[in-house]
């Protein structure tokens, strides 16, 4: 059946990006270079509060990947956190007690709630981290991470079941209640232009304390370091503690993200 340029089918169902998209994550590196180019900007973000911010790789990635994050939350004003767990190699049920057990770990030792930002599976993580534990969760971002409609709509579905063990299909009841609201403000951060992830199993159902940010042009390997999502993860991050305002894409990064309204639009 054919498919649309952006990954969805007549019949309704949500394909993988094609392979245009795939080969054009190369950019990634442009968007990194682009983020220390702009640093001077960037460091005009609002400062944090010092509380803990914990940074969650994506699938097949370490802390290595979250350095370029965790040094910028870190100058902020930020007590940001590697997760020290190695490589993602997936396994959401897995890796569920590990997570815990390092969430517990800052928050006893910070006496403080946790802001949790993933990337990619690592959003995934961070969403059901705050199902399972929102006395210790502050607020979750998510970059590019596919935990809505149809999540086997990704170029890495398959590579995921096999280093994991575990199929996306045993998973539905979790994967259903990840999709849902979370008991925690989150944000959302994707791209329609995702060669790994399709853009619409990244969005959430907006509300006085969840929505989306579309970044025009990223990739899903340079979106952790792109310098409109890392402005946005900032900004949200700033926030006081249980307040919640919609972000102000009027920043110095505002022709880099789409209107509200396009941002939930399928």
């Not at 394909?15 to 682009?34: D, I, K, S, T, V």
């Not at 960037?42 to 940074?55: E, I, S």
Request: with cysteine; net charge negative; aromatic share 8%.
């Amino acid at each position: 059946m054919p498919s649309g340029p952006d990954g969805s089918q007549a019949s309704g169902q949500l394909r993988p990006p094609g392979l245009g998209l795939l080969l054009a994550e190369a950019r990634g590196l442009f968007e990194l270079n682009a983020s220390l180019l702009l640093s001077p900007v960037l460091m005009r973000a609002p400062r944090g509060d010092g509380h803990p911010v914990l940074a969650l790789p994506g699938f097949l990635a370490s802390d290595l990947s979250m350095g370029p994050m965790r040094r910028y939350l870190s100058e902020l004003g930020y007590d940001a956190q590697a997760w020290r767990m190695g490589r993602n190699l997936g396994g959401l049920a897995r890796m569920r007690e590990a997570l815990h057990a390092r969430l517990a770990e800052i928050h006893a030792a910070t006496g403080r709630k946790v802001s949790l930002v993933g990337w990619s599976l690592g959003g995934v993580y961070a969403r059901d981290l705050a199902l399972q534990s929102p006395e210790m969760v502050r607020y979750v971002v998510t970059l590019g991470s596919p935990f809505a409609n149809d999540v086997r709509a990704t170029n890495a579905t398959r590579l995921y079941e096999a280093l994991s063990g575990e199929r996306v299909e045993d998973l539905a009841e979790v994967r259903e209640a990840i999709a849902g609201d979370l008991p925690v403000p989150a944000t959302s951060i994707y791209s329609r232009a995702d060669g790994i992830v399709n853009w619409r199993t990244c969005l959430l159902r907006p509300s006085d304390r969840a929505e989306n940010i579309e970044v025009y042009l990223a990739s899903h390997v340079g979106l952790g370091v792109n310098p409109a999502a890392l402005w946005a993860v900032a900004d949200r991050l700033a926030q006081p503690e249980g307040e919640f305002w919609p972000f102000d894409r009027a920043g110095p990064f505002a022709i880099a993200y789409a209107p509200p309204e396009q941002a939930v639009s399928a």
